[in-house]
């Protein structure tokens, strides 16, 4: 890359820039240059650039206003390929080498758009204007959108995975700081002496906040000493975590407050410090870290914004907010204009005046609405040789891609009043300062209150809902003397509730001097009718003017939020950070309201963007989620079974064999259960051992069924109900001995359910002498069924006689199976003569083997989840998640045999219910195609008539659909309303892309209803 | 319950639990921060009354320590015993003294409603040492990990990650010991591996 020799606004000397380390960038593909300690937008500028995109609606050529998080326009692309991040303000960018950043906005280029014919017809394109116009036609709507949805956003998404690393870090602290500046690094300083654990976090790359950009100096040194000082003191302490390119962007409830740490902000090409100070690593791939930390007490103070001055063309590239312009000179050694012209209400903007000067640049005059000026400051602007235009206001501007001169006019000091412009000023740059608005954001994300300040002309902190204080300048403090004594205050304060004692200190001295009072000026006047001159911007990014909010209040809007959805105020990157005050302002004065009552919008987290990949963290890939296995898994795996997601379990969905696919592995599989035995891992299933003196009585409230009826040794399908009486969850009710039971769940059911059950036992029945342990995990249970599976059993070798009338169908039985020992369930899923073995995890891949082994002769089939949902569904068995839904009874399933008439359970009493009784409920019943070949997609809708206009009644939906080998057709089964009742008569499933297909309702069952085969 | 009044076999047939996941995830292991594999121990859970004097007398006789009453404790004798709940008990064992000492409790506390079950199976352990292992564990764990809030002889059943875990601070030797449900131990052991691996690059 070539690289320029000059940066033609580069200052000779000054800033906080290492001038011995150029870092090459470019801009549009244009090849620039700036110095380690810039960002983006001061090297912009350093290069002379002051074009860096075009507005959101009107697409008006935009320039850098800010210097921070408020900045609207200078929105960027940053790095290319994967790594790329759109949305980012070029003056929250860090320089590094190689950066690679272009514009968002503009086609063909941001220099020339042909969008910008649409500020020549910026008229028509008032406050919802898309609202009004893209109503109609209706069913237009969707070509609308591609084409809104195209010219809106700052840049594009990658679309390649991110390379990036992204972590989580957890925190606790008794005083988080929120904000390096003076008045944080006071209330740290004050915190952290007093003993109390400290995390301090700041956005910028150093701490310091606006003293970076001051020339003032504190205890008779320049301020950089003291913030030198008090952050080697900070790091001193082994109990304070200095947090650098740390922005607080959260305060939620239960004070914790939510931080994002930028710890290599270059892509990772270079790699950043993680706490401020620390050695740099030569690797660091951890691109941002979010911390989370639960403060005891917080402080916030985030500085406060200046916000801009309303008048005619107000956002023209080389307008620039005072404050910028004295953080480019101070603090990036930049100088943005040749000859400035400073416009203000307020004393702080002078010194911006003294900073241009004093910098080299012509200040052809401050304008000063105030007819008094400036007390101290004004003075020394005068001693420079500035004039200062009292009582005066810019009511105009002129240039299109750079400012070029002003109106200036007498002001009278009244909005309504028409200001004819007397003089005209040269210039290439006007500083503007409307006051400060403090950034009150974290303290209302927190639940605080706000209140208007008629003296300082902004919203203040008011009362916290939360362990929090505010100090500084965003607690109304307005010079350093103040802040400094105000950061003490806050951090006393805050190391007092925590019931330290604070040590004795004071704030450093500073030279403090009297200054003026700010001045109201929401807007100026325009020469002409205000809803018809020239466009007087409030939100930059979303081109909200005066004009807008006024014609939003003429229309009915009353409500800030109303207008703020109306007029897109607030809204983009920035928030409203530079406009909303304004823009509340003057809805105020149409409404003829005072400020306070007008209010502010709500603010909400996040304070500025942040990415998807930090609150993702650690979870991505293989950590997405965890992923459980069984202790069989490593054989399911080695046998080749692609495997089910179900929740987080994995689970071998079919064993093919010799390269089948699924429907010929199962199809196999199927009849290898039917005709000889299959083999299942069913470890999944939840176990809960429940055991106690008031055991069966517990158990009746909850399940359905006769427990107490129960002998020991005996089995019983269980279903349990919610209090709605819907189908909750089922499984395998077994009583060990006398008062023990062992329960089996649903897989997915496993920890709800014991949830569940604790929940009663603890809060509603703490009576009940019961304890669960939870022996999911402990136990494997591998399902063994076919009508050769006895034999296998046999071959094994068993303590205990497995004929069918010494251990029945539905039964349970501890056991010594091949030496190892079990609990043998008589149980089928299948329909099959069946066995399920419980054995401890530690000897299940033992035992598995041994099975497999034994079962040789018999050709022993390993099965997956696939075959035994096709086996359960030939026999009608339901599946809990599958079949049901929440709003499914056990009546509507054809359960009533399951529900006892003589005893209460939970959900009973919700079965009588005029609803549950309705006899045209959905039903459960099987479906046969009529073609005998179409398996139904499940989740496919039934309808009465093939042929009915739309919208067509439904009846019913299909929710389990196979194709059966054994059967030689497919089976379904279908949830239907009135199904019962309705068997032999067709219905349509309505398919995608074909006629509806005819179907039969037939009972619910397709394999041995008697149930012979599971009994034998 | 299942085993009940059967001795689990000390069989060629049982594998370590976390045989298979030794070398599937890159250890980390320097002076900062160490994962282990530990070796399997035997579990057991006891639920009982802690109003129940004679009963808590009786399985301190039977364990040969006390059974830890103050929340978020654990008591170490020749077993670790960890407070779980108000009436729930973790025993951290030999495997070869499990099924003797799950016996010896169950006839020690007839006469009361308790409820021993063997869960040795059901868990695999984690250790994890080093100045650094405090920090690793706070990526995923939110309880105040400060020696002063949380030291040894202290111990939770938390979250670490996305895995339910139980967290043990000891000092003797010093570190962390995280027992998780087993099927977790594959999950958890990736992700204390990735944690350790970008702390030891980022610091």
């Given at each position: 890359?070539?690289?320029?020799?000059?940066?033609?606004?580069?200052?000779?000397?000054?800033?906080?820039?290492?001038?011995?380390?150029?870092?090459?960038?470019?801009?549009?593909?244009?090849?620039?240059?700036?110095?380690?300690?810039?960002?983006?937008?001061?090297?912009?500028?350093?290069?002379?650039?002051?074009?860096?995109?075009?507005?959101?609606?009107?697409?008006?050529?935009?320039?850098?206003?800010?210097?921070?998080?408020?900045?609207?326009?200078?929105?960027?692309?940053?790095?290319?390929?994967?790594?790329?991040?759109?949305?980012?303000?070029?003056?929250?960018?860090?320089?590094?080498?190689?950066?690679?950043?272009?514009?968002?906005?503009?086609?063909?280029?941001?220099?020339?758009?042909?969008?910008?014919?649409?500020?020549?017809?910026?008229?028509?394109?008032?406050?919802?204007?898309?609202?009004?116009?893209?109503?109609?036609?209706?069913?237009?709507?969707?070509?609308?959108?591609?084409?809104?949805?195209?010219?809106?956003?700052?840049?594009?998404?990658?679309?390649?995975?991110?390379?990036?690393?992204?972590?989580?870090?957890?925190?606790?602290?008794?005083?988080?700081?929120?904000?390096?500046?003076?008045?944080?690094?006071?209330?740290?300083?004050?915190?952290?002496?007093?003993?109390?654990?400290?995390?301090?976090?700041?956005?910028?790359?150093?701490?310091?906040?606006?003293?970076?950009?001051?020339?003032?100096?504190?205890?008779?040194?320049?301020?950089?000493?003291?913030?030198?000082?008090?952050?080697?003191?900070?790091?001193?302490?082994?109990?304070?975590?200095?947090?650098?390119?740390?922005?607080?962007?959260?305060?939620?409830?239960?004070?914790?407050?939510?931080?994002?740490?930028?710890?290599?902000?270059?892509?990772?090409?270079?790699?950043?410090?993680?706490?401020?100070?620390?050695?740099?690593?030569?690797?660091?791939?951890?691109?941002?870290?979010?911390?989370?930390?639960?403060?005891?007490?917080?402080?916030?103070?985030?500085?406060?914004?200046?916000?801009?001055?309303?008048?005619?063309?107000?956002?023209?590239?080389?307008?620039?907010?005072?404050?910028?312009?004295?953080?480019?000179?101070?603090?990036?050694?930049?100088?943005?204009?040749?000859?400035?012209?400073?416009?203000?209400?307020?004393?702080?903007?002078?010194?911006?005046?003294?900073?241009?000067?004093?910098?080299?640049?012509?200040?052809?005059?401050?304008?000063?609405?105030?007819?008094?000026?400036?007390?101290?400051?004004?003075?020394?602007?005068?001693?420079?040789?500035?004039?200062?235009?009292?009582?005066?206001?810019?009511?105009?501007?002129?240039?299109?891609?750079?400012?070029?001169?002003?109106?200036?006019?007498?002001?009278?000091?009244?909005?309504?009043?028409?200001?004819?412009?007397?003089?005209?000023?040269?210039?290439?740059?006007?500083?503007?300062?409307?006051?400060?608005?403090?950034?009150?954001?974290?303290?209302?994300?927190?639940?605080?209150?706000?209140?208007?300040?008629?003296?300082?002309?902004?919203?203040?902190?008011?009362?916290?809902?939360?362990?929090?204080?505010?100090?500084?300048?965003?607690?109304?403090?307005?010079?350093?003397?103040?802040?400094?004594?105000?950061?003490?205050?806050?951090?006393?304060?805050?190391?007092?509730?925590?019931?330290?004692?604070?040590?004795?200190?004071?704030?450093?001295?500073?030279?403090?001097?009297?200054?003026?009072?700010?001045?109201?000026?929401?807007?100026?006047?325009?020469?002409?009718?205000?809803?018809?001159?020239?466009?007087?911007?409030?939100?930059?990014?979303?081109?909200?003017?005066?004009?807008?909010?006024?014609?939003?209040?003429?229309?009915?809007?009353?409500?800030?939020?109303?207008?703020?959805?109306?007029?897109?105020?607030?809204?983009?990157?920035?928030?409203?950070?530079?406009?909303?005050?304004?823009?509340?302002?003057?809805?105020?004065?149409?409404?003829?309201?005072?400020?306070?009552?007008?209010?502010?919008?709500?603010?909400?987290?996040?304070?500025?963007?942040?990415?998807?990949?930090?609150?993702?963290?650690?979870?991505?890939?293989?950590?997405?989620?965890?992923?459980?296995?069984?202790?069989?898994?490593?054989?399911?795996?080695?046998?080749?079974?692609?495997?089910?997601?179900?929740?987080?379990?994995?689970?071998?969905?079919?064993?093919?064999?010799?390269?089948?696919?699924?429907?010929?592995?199962?199809?196999?599989?199927?009849?290898?259960?039917?005709?000889?035995?299959?083999?299942?891992?069913?470890?999944?299933?939840?176990?809960?051992?429940?055991?106690?003196?008031?055991?069966?009585?517990?158990?009746?409230?909850?399940?359905?069924?006769?427990?107490?009826?129960?002998?020991?040794?005996?089995?019983?399908?269980?279903?349990?109900?919610?209090?709605?009486?819907?189908?909750?969850?089922?499984?395998?009710?077994?009583?060990?001995?006398?008062?023990?039971?062992?329960?089996?769940?649903?897989?997915?059911?496993?920890?709800?359910?014991?949830?569940?059950?604790?929940?009663?036992?603890?809060?509603?029945?703490?009576?009940?002498?019961?304890?669960?342990?939870?022996?999911?995990?402990?136990?494997?249970?591998?399902?063994?069924?076919?009508?050769?599976?006895?034999?296998?059993?046999?071959?094994?070798?068993?303590?205990?006689?497995?004929?069918?009338?010494?251990?029945?169908?539905?039964?349970?039985?501890?056991?010594?199976?091949?030496?190892?020992?079990?609990?043998?369930?008589?149980?089928?899923?299948?329909?099959?003569?069946?066995?399920?073995?419980?054995?401890?995890?530690?000897?299940?891949?033992?035992?598995?083997?041994?099975?497999?082994?034994?079962?040789?002769?018999?050709?022993?089939?390993?099965?997956?989840?696939?075959?035994?949902?096709?086996?359960?569904?030939?026999?009608?068995?339901?599946?809990?998640?599958?079949?049901?839904?929440?709003?499914?009874?056990?009546?509507?399933?054809?359960?009533?045999?399951?529900?006892?008439?003589?005893?209460?359970?939970?959900?009973?009493?919700?079965?009588?219910?005029?609803?549950?009784?309705?006899?045209?409920?959905?039903?459960?019943?099987?479906?046969?195609?009529?073609?005998?070949?179409?398996?139904?997609?499940?989740?496919?809708?039934?309808?009465?008539?093939?042929?009915?206009?739309?919208?067509?009644?439904?009846?019913?939906?299909?929710?389990?659909?196979?194709?059966?080998?054994?059967?030689?057709?497919?089976?379904?089964?279908?949830?239907?309303?009135?199904?019962?009742?309705?068997?032999?008569?067709?219905?349509?499933?309505?398919?995608?892309?074909?006629?509806?297909?005819?179907?039969?309702?037939?009972?619910?069952?397709?394999?041995?209803?008697?149930?012979?085969?599971?009994?034998? | 319950?299942?085993?009940?009044?059967?001795?689990?076999?000390?069989?060629?047939?049982?594998?370590?639990?976390?045989?298979?996941?030794?070398?599937?995830?890159?250890?980390?292991?320097?002076?900062?921060?160490?994962?282990?594999?530990?070796?399997?121990?035997?579990?057991?859970?006891l639920r009982l009354d802690p109003r129940h004097d004679d009963g808590i007398a009786a399985a301190a006789r039977v364990l040969g320590q006390a059974l830890p009453l103050a929340a978020n404790t654990f008591t170490t004798g020749v077993h670790r015993v960890y407070w779980c709940g108000p009436d729930e008990w973790l025993i951290d064992?030999?495997?070869?003294?499990?099924?003797?000492?799950?016996?010896?409790?169950?006839?020690?506390?007839?006469?009361?409603?308790?409820?021993?079950?063997?869960?040795?199976?059901?868990?695999?352990a984690f250790g994890i040492v080093g100045n650094d292992a405090r920090i690793v564990l706070a990526k995923g764990c939110t309880l105040d990990l400060d020696p002063r809030a949380f030291g040894a002889g202290q111990c939770a059943r938390t979250n670490l990650a996305r895995a339910t875990v139980l967290l043990a601070i000891?000092?003797?030797?010093?570190?962390?010991?995280?027992?998780?449900?087993?099927?977790?131990?594959?999950?958890?052991?990736?992700?204390?591996?990735?944690?350790?691996?970008?702390?030891?690059?980022?610091?």
């Amino acid at each position: 890359m070539t690289i320029p020799a000059v940066q033609p606004n580069r200052l000779p000397r000054g800033g906080r820039i290492d001038r011995t380390r150029r870092l090459a960038f470019t801009f549009d593909g244009k090849p620039c240059e700036g110095f380690a300690g810039d960002t983006l937008a001061s090297a912009l500028i350093a290069n002379g650039v002051s074009l860096v995109g075009r507005s959101f609606k009107l697409r008006r050529p935009r320039g850098i206003v800010g210097s921070g998080a408020e900045e609207p326009n200078a929105i960027m692309q940053i790095g290319e390929g994967a790594a790329a991040q759109p949305n980012v303000p070029a003056t929250q960018v860090e320089l590094y080498e190689g950066l690679v950043a272009r514009t968002t906005r503009g086609w063909p280029g941001v220099s020339f758009d042909v969008g910008a014919i649409n500020d020549v017809f910026g008229r028509v394109l008032g406050a919802g204007f898309y609202y009004k116009t893209f109503m109609y036609p209706r069913s237009w709507w969707r070509y609308y959108e591609h084409a809104i949805r195209r010219s809106a956003g700052f840049g594009h998404a990658p679309g390649e995975p991110d390379q990036d690393r992204y972590e989580h870090m957890n925190a606790h602290c008794d005083v988080l700081v929120a904000g390096g500046g003076p008045a944080g690094l006071m209330a740290a300083l004050t915190a952290a002496r007093s003993g109390a654990r400290v995390i301090l976090a700041d956005e910028q790359t150093e701490f310091g906040g606006s003293l970076l950009a001051s020339t003032e100096s504190i205890a008779g040194a320049p301020a950089a000493e003291w913030i030198a000082a008090v952050g080697s003191e900070l790091r001193e302490h082994p109990d304070c975590t200095l947090l650098s390119r740390s922005t607080v962007f959260g305060y939620h409830d239960h004070n914790f407050l939510t931080i994002v740490e930028r710890c290599a902000d270059d892509g990772g090409s270079s790699g950043g410090g993680t706490v401020e100070g620390s050695p740099q690593s030569a690797v660091n791939p951890v691109r941002e870290r979010l911390w989370r930390v639960r403060a005891r007490q917080v402080i916030l103070t985030q500085g406060s914004f200046e916000r801009p001055l309303v008048f005619c063309n107000n956002d023209r590239p080389g307008v620039m907010l005072a404050s910028a312009v004295s953080a480019w000179i101070n603090r990036y050694g930049v100088l943005p204009g040749r000859r400035a012209v400073v416009f203000t209400n307020n004393d702080s903007a002078y010194r911006t005046a003294i900073d241009l000067a004093d910098a080299g640049a012509e200040v052809a005059a401050i304008v000063d609405s105030r007819g008094g000026g400036a007390a101290e400051l004004g003075r020394r602007a005068r001693e420079r040789g500035i004039a200062v235009l009292e009582g005066h206001v810019v009511s105009d501007l002129t240039g299109r891609r750079r400012v070029r001169g002003v109106s200036v006019a007498k002001w009278y000091g009244e909005s309504r009043a028409t200001v004819s412009p007397a003089i005209r000023i040269d210039c290439d740059l006007v500083c503007m300062s409307g006051g400060y608005s403090p950034a009150v954001h974290l303290h209302s994300q927190a639940g605080g209150r706000l209140a208007w300040d008629d003296e300082r002309l902004c919203f203040l902190p008011a009362e916290s809902r939360q362990a929090n204080l505010s100090a500084g300048a965003g607690n109304g403090s307005q010079s350093l003397e103040e802040c400094l004594a105000d950061g003490l205050r806050a951090g006393k304060e805050a190391v007092s509730r925590l019931g330290l004692k604070a040590v004795a200190m004071s704030a450093p001295a500073t030279s403090p001097f009297a200054e003026n009072p700010i001045e109201a000026l929401w807007r100026v006047p325009a020469a002409r009718d205000p809803d018809r001159c020239a466009k007087q911007f409030i939100d930059f990014q979303n081109d909200t003017t005066v004009a807008d909010i006024r014609l939003a209040a003429r229309e009915g809007y009353r409500n800030v939020e109303h207008v703020k959805r109306y007029t897109a105020l607030g809204f983009g990157t920035d928030q409203g950070k530079l406009g909303n005050i304004n823009g509340m302002a003057v809805l105020a004065e149409t409404l003829g309201k005072a400020i306070p009552e007008v209010g502010t919008t709500t603010f909400r987290p996040a304070y500025t963007p942040v990415s998807f990949g930090v609150g993702a963290g650690e979870s991505v890939g293989e950590l997405y989620d965890p992923v459980r296995k069984t202790a069989v898994h490593e054989w399911h795996e080695a046998a080749g079974a692609p495997m089910e997601v179900v929740g987080q379990w994995r689970r071998p969905w079919y064993f093919p064999r010799n390269g089948e696919d699924l429907h010929a592995a199962v199809a196999r599989e199927c009849l290898a259960v039917r005709n000889s035995v299959g083999l299942m891992d069913a470890s999944t299933l939840g176990k809960i051992d429940a055991c106690g003196p008031d055991v069966i009585e517990f158990l009746e409230r909850i399940y359905t069924h006769d427990v107490a009826g129960m002998k020991v040794g005996r089995c019983a399908y269980g279903i349990m109900l919610g209090e709605d009486g819907m189908l909750m969850d089922d499984g395998v009710v077994a009583r060990l001995a006398e008062h023990r039971f062992y329960l089996t769940t649903t897989t997915g059911g496993a920890a709800n359910v014991l949830g569940w059950l604790e929940k009663w036992l603890q809060t509603e029945w703490p009576d009940l002498q019961v304890y669960l342990t939870s022996l999911t995990e402990q136990y494997s249970t591998l399902a063994l069924a076919g009508p050769e599976s006895r034999k296998v059993l046999d071959r094994l070798g068993c303590n205990i006689p497995l004929d069918n009338d010494s251990l029945p169908f539905m039964t349970v039985r501890q056991a010594v199976l091949a030496g190892m020992p079990v609990t043998l369930f008589r149980v089928s899923f299948s329909g099959e003569l069946a066995f399920e073995i419980n054995i401890a995890s530690d000897l299940a891949l033992a035992m598995w083997k041994t099975l497999m082994e034994a079962g040789r002769e018999f050709d022993i089939t390993p099965y997956g989840t696939e075959t035994m949902h096709v086996l359960r569904a030939e026999k009608g068995f339901v599946i809990v998640g599958q079949d049901t839904d929440g709003s499914v009874t056990p009546v509507d399933l054809g359960m009533n045999w399951l529900l006892s008439k003589n005893k209460d359970f939970l959900g009973r009493r919700s079965l009588g219910r005029p609803d549950c009784v309705r006899e045209d409920r959905k039903q459960l019943v099987g479906l046969l195609s009529s073609d005998a070949a179409t398996v139904l997609p499940e989740g496919t809708q039934l309808i009465e008539e093939p042929g009915s206009p739309p919208p067509v009644p439904m009846c019913g939906h299909v929710t389990s659909s196979y194709r059966s080998a054994h059967l030689g057709h497919p089976i379904a089964l279908a949830l239907v309303a009135g199904g019962r009742a309705r068997r032999g008569e067709t219905v349509y499933a309505a398919l995608p892309k074909r006629d509806p297909l005819p179907v039969r309702i037939v009972a619910p069952v397709f394999y041995d209803a008697g149930g012979q085969r599971q009994h034998a | 319950m299942p085993g009940d009044n059967v001795n689990m076999p000390e069989t060629s047939e049982r594998r370590p639990r976390l045989e298979t996941l030794v070398g599937t995830a890159e250890s980390v292991d320097d002076a900062r921060v160490e994962i282990q594999v530990l070796p399997d121990r035997g579990f057991l859970n006891l639920r009982l009354d802690p109003r129940h004097d004679d009963g808590i007398a009786a399985a301190a006789r039977v364990l040969g320590q006390a059974l830890p009453l103050a929340a978020n404790t654990f008591t170490t004798g020749v077993h670790r015993v960890y407070w779980c709940g108000p009436d729930e008990w973790l025993i951290d064992a030999d495997v070869e003294r499990t099924a003797s000492l799950r016996s010896e409790l169950a006839g020690a506390l007839t006469d009361c409603h308790a409820a021993i079950n063997d869960v040795s199976s059901g868990h695999a352990a984690f250790g994890i040492v080093g100045n650094d292992a405090r920090i690793v564990l706070a990526k995923g764990c939110t309880l105040d990990l400060d020696p002063r809030a949380f030291g040894a002889g202290q111990c939770a059943r938390t979250n670490l990650a996305r895995a339910t875990v139980l967290l043990a601070i000891a000092d003797d030797p010093p570190g962390c010991k995280i027992i998780v449900a087993r099927s977790f131990a594959d999950y958890l052991h990736r992700w204390l591996a990735l944690a350790a691996r970008q702390r030891d690059a980022s610091s």
